[in-house]
């Protein structure tokens, strides 16, 4: 259906035909249009996180093993910030996407504003803060004497470029509330593009380009985000896509009280959801180094392989917040149900593959990491045996999650993911520690994400949101009429 605008303004003319009918996740078969819409999203997690690992490799052999260690605690304090912006950037798509889903651009366009305009705000302040309080964090961290000035000059530059990375973060998470995920893909592709290939020039140096040593890999990363915002804000302009601002719109970018009451009450939680995963996280690495050297290798190892396995689940269920958002912005709250089920079929499909291909070909992949001929291969081997299955579980409970979050259910996922990581899972180890050892830690894997996944199961299926699930959107349950738009 066409993207309109809710009121009469002539001077703003209004969105393209085109534009607005590839952004239409309300209508069409469900499978094409999820498998369409999650492709972009999975193929720029994988992305993105093979950059990680690249950059990680530019400054390990470029500086040497204190700078590798000086980026691993900088980017432990990123992560806590960058947690509330993804969780504020999740709670903008929802919103974006049901007043799309309504065919009110206008407020889709104010709550983007309002949405991106916040995020930005809070990354500036942050950033000048960050730029005064860097020592502090690092000692804080406990940051050993022979990272900490490396540690140091590479959390301030990040400091000082987080506002683009924010930026580019929010855009991104715009679009796809109005039904774009191709453009954040072009996105992504360039800003990784420039990445590698401005750290090594940076680090090293070349020609007229000094050397900046650690300093120039953080300062490459924020040129690459500044260069793909460059890139959306082209295509965001030049193709005249819905959540562009023009005239009076870019007041919009001033935050709204009423806007902010949804974005911040609903994504502080999901962000928060991001820091307990982050935090039981480190809870069982010192659990496992706890086992020995070789157990703490064959972890390592096995999480480099469940990175990429949890990413078809982390794409389905973003696509999932993003089609249920637009159908509650439409009214059309029976089709959610379809597109739950279709979701949690696909993701059995992808990632039940995937993880039948990783415990397959164990061997040869955690030989990339460990060598063949490693103590830890046996080890690495017998955990991919116990925990890889568990990621098809965890799965489906992130497409359920992926609905509830649409519909402004935030808490209760918040709830359970305490209880699933910490009660269960460390109940579990600490419990059976004594009879089964190592072997504790890695059953926990798949008892808390069982758990979980029936906690949410329960929430979804009868919890009290669908009783008023019609207040999920404050414009109403049915479209804005026709002949009220332009």
């Not at 593009?193 to 401005?198: E, H, P, S």
């Not at 120039?216 to 990363?221: F, I, M, Q, Y």
């Not at 082209?234 to 974005?263: K, N, Q, S, T, V």
């Not at 009868?462 to 049915?478: D, L, M």
Request: aromatic share 8%; charged share 10%.
């Amino acid at each position: 259906m066409n993207t309109k605008l809710a009121e009469d303004r002539p001077e703003e003319p209004a969105a393209p035909r085109e534009a607005a009918r590839g952004g239409d996740l309300t209508q069409g078969p469900i499978l094409r249009t999820l498998v369409m819409f999650s492709i972009p999203m999975l193929i720029g997690n994988v992305i993105q996180t093979l950059n990680g690992s690249i950059n990680a490799i530019w400054v390990g052999r470029l500086i040497g093993e204190s700078a590798l260690a000086a980026t691993a605690n900088a980017n432990v304090v990123m992560f806590l910030l960058f947690a509330a912006i993804f969780g504020l950037g999740n709670a903008t798509t929802v919103r974006v996407g049901q007043y799309f889903g309504n065919r009110d651009v206008d407020a889709a366009r104010r709550t983007f504003g309002s949405g991106l305009g916040f995020c930005v705000i809070v990354a500036v302040i942050v950033s000048l803060l960050g730029w005064f309080l860097s020592t502090d964090l690092l000692r804080l961290l406990a940051t050993p004497a022979g990272s900490f000035a490396e540690a140091e000059a590479y959390l301030r530059v990040i400091f000082v470029t987080m506002p683009f990375g924010t930026f580019s973060m929010m855009l991104g998470m715009g679009l796809r509330g109005s039904g774009d995920s191709k453009t954040p893909l072009h996105s992504m592709i360039l800003t990784v593009a420039l990445d590698i290939v401005l750290n090594p020039l940076l680090i090293r140096g070349w020609g007229p380009v000094p050397s900046l040593g650690i300093a120039g890999s953080a300062l490459a990363t924020g040129i690459a985000n500044f260069g793909g915002v460059l890139l959306v804000l082209y295509r965001l302009y030049g193709r005249d896509l819905p959540l562009r601002l023009r005239g009076h719109e870019l007041g919009y970018l001033l935050p709204r009280a009423d806007d902010l009451r949804y974005i911040v009450g609903k994504g502080l939680p999901m962000g928060a959801q991001m820091l307990l995963i982050s935090s039981s996280q480190l809870v069982v690495i010192g659990l496992v180094n706890r086992e020995g050297l070789n157990t703490t290798a064959a972890y390592s190892a096995s999480m480099q392989l469940w990175n990429y396995l949890q990413m078809p689940a982390f794409a389905i269920s973003t696509a999932i917040a993003a089609m249920v958002a637009q159908n509650i912005g439409a009214g059309h709250h029976e089709r959610v149900s379809q597109i739950t089920r279709v979701g949690m079929l696909t993701n059995l499909a992808m990632t039940g593959l995937l993880t039948v291909l990783v415990v397959a070909a164990s061997h040869p992949l955690l030989a990339l990491f460990l060598g063949g001929g490693s103590p830890a291969m046996p080890i690495a081997q017998h955990i991919q045996y116990i925990v890889t299955w568990s990621y098809i579980v965890m799965g489906a409970m992130m497409v359920q999650s992926g609905t509830l979050r649409a519909y402004g259910v935030v808490i209760a996922p918040m709830i359970i993911q305490v209880i699933a990581l910490y009660p269960v899972r460390l109940g579990f180890y600490f419990s059976l520690h004594p009879y089964l050892g190592a072997d504790a830690l890695w059953w926990s894997f798949p008892a808390g994400s069982a758990v979980s996944a029936v906690l949410t199961s329960l929430v979804y299926a009868k919890g009290s949101w669908r009783r008023r699930k019609h207040q999920a959107f404050p414009g109403g349950a049915q479209p804005v009429p026709e002949s009220a738009a332009v």
